[in-house]
């Protein structure tokens, strides 16, 4: 089977002939002789689109050949596909974002990573031991000036005498098939079989977001390529609606905040003291209201 996405991964249409069709809980799995949906693979996911104007449910490997799960059966023998791009393209920055990311970490504490996980919304690169907020905001700043000095991607394709003589961050897979070996410049080098840009200038821009300890690592929270962009423009409405509010500068805001937060605090107080002065006068009343019965007073 060809695998177009890694001979061009921004190809969003091709025609391709049916080499097999298996059905499988009233689903159709079809297989094809080159195909441009990506399987998912290294923490990135699958590709989804369209086959014949189906919709492409889920795409995977196995045995060799990639599958494409479809609802109904295709009549023809030669297709036509196309892949969401937009769900393409964000899984290739958020991918390639986590080797960038992975990349700088090394480069300046020679921490590797122990995990990562591409969410929908965010996702998440864990980093061995434990990072203080300098250290994070650190490799953030290194990551995007990486980002800026728009370093090409080399894809390698080594036997195994070669991978022996390079250098990759992380132990090989534990597999019989070829490795791919993805190469940022001299920033890092791994084993990786996703698809990723062709520099890292079209991540544009990365951001982490948060971090927390997670066992024996630090789990960073990020965004990357236009997941950050949104937030950023998202970030800036509404800090220039809380300027106009506050009437304010962008570096005074939180000033602003904080002295908001102190009337607000002297005034819960202030309202206390005056609580205790009303219930003082009410209790003296309901005493001289009072009815005396004996030595009991009965309010």
Not at 75 to 96: P, T, V
Not at 145 to 162: S, Y
Not at 253 to 275: G, T
Request: charged residues 35%.
């Amino acid at each position: 089977m060809e695998k177009l996405f890694y001979k061009d991964q921004y190809i969003k249409k091709f025609t391709a002939d049916i080499v097999d069709i298996k059905k499988v809980d009233n689903k159709y799995h079809v297989a094809l002789d080159k195909t441009a949906f990506f399987p998912g693979g290294g923490g990135q996911f699958c590709d989804l689109g369209e086959i014949d104007g189906e919709k492409v449910l889920d795409v995977y490997e196995e045995n060799k050949r990639i599958y494409h799960v479809l609802e109904k059966k295709l009549e023809k023998n030669s297709i036509e596909g196309s892949i969401n791009w937009d769900r393409r393209e964000d899984g290739m920055h958020q991918h390639f974002a986590q080797h960038v990311i992975s990349g700088c970490f090394y480069t300046k504490y020679k921490a590797n990573t122990t995990g990562f996980h591409l969410g929908r919304d965010f996702s998440t690169v864990d980093i061995q031991g434990y990072l203080e907020e300098e250290q994070i905001r650190e490799v953030e700043r290194f990551a995007n000036e990486v980002i800026r000095k728009n370093i090409p991607l080399t894809i390698l394709t080594p036997n195994r005498d070669e991978l022996e003589d390079i250098w990759l961050r992380r132990d090989l897979p534990d597999t019989d098939e070829d490795i791919r070996v993805v190469r940022i410049g001299e920033l890092d080098t791994n084993a990786c079989c996703g698809v990723h840009p062709k520099s890292t200038g079209e991540l544009r821009l990365i951001k982490i977001k948060r971090w927390e300890k997670n066992r024996q690592s630090t789990r960073i929270e990020f965004l990357a390529g236009k997941r950050a962009i949104d937030y950023f423009l998202r970030r800036d409405l509404y800090l220039t609606k809380i300027c106009r509010h506050f009437k304010c500068k962008e570096e005074d805001s939180l000033k602003c905040i904080e002295n908001l937060e102190d009337k607000i605090e002297e005034s819960i107080k202030s309202k206390k003291r005056l609580e205790n002065i009303v219930s003082n006068y009410e209790i003296n009343e309901m005493i001289e209201k009072a009815i005396k019965v004996g030595d009991i007073l009965v309010v």
